[in-house]
Nanobody
Framework: VQMAESGGGLVQPGGSLRLSCAAS????????MDWYRQAPGKQRELVAG???????NYADSVKGRFTISRDNAKNTMTLQMDSLKLEDTARYYC??????????????WGQGTQVTVSS
């Protein structure tokens, strides 16, 4: 199973970015999907998560600004980030809990995409 993120970049404070994550490979179904981020010198932190049924949760720091969504048919997930702040600068990673074709359940991570908020 492979995970691939896209959509990062440089944006000014107050701007928006949309991150995408696509899972591919021997997938039977994907359970929870999450976005994490890691800033230099800091621990990786959970930004937002979404269950297969679409129930979402957010870190307090991004509530009201970020929106997570997914498309189960396409094995994809997005993170709409609005009103970006300097402190949102980080490398963003997607993670998926995948049941493969042998019905094994494992977590898979992408390589990450850089988001830089700067004036």
């Amino acid at each position: 199973v492979q995970m691939a993120e896209s959509g990062g970049g440089l944006v000014q404070p107050g701007g928006s970015l949309r991150l995408s994550c696509a899972a591919s490979g021997s997938i039977f179904e994907i359970n929870d999907m999450d976005w994490y981020r890691q800033a230099p010198g800091k621990q990786r932190e959970l930004v937002a998560g979404i269950t297969r049924s679409g129930s979402a949760n957010y870190a307090d720091s991004v509530k009201g600004r970020f929106t997570i969504s997914r498309d189960n048919a396409k094995n994809t997930m997005t993170l709409q980030m609005d009103s970006l702040k300097l402190e949102d600068t980080a490398r963003y990673y997607c993670k998926a809990r995948v049941r493969d074709l042998f019905i094994r359940l494992n977590d898979y991570w992408g390589q990450g995409t850089q988001v830089t908020v700067s004036s």
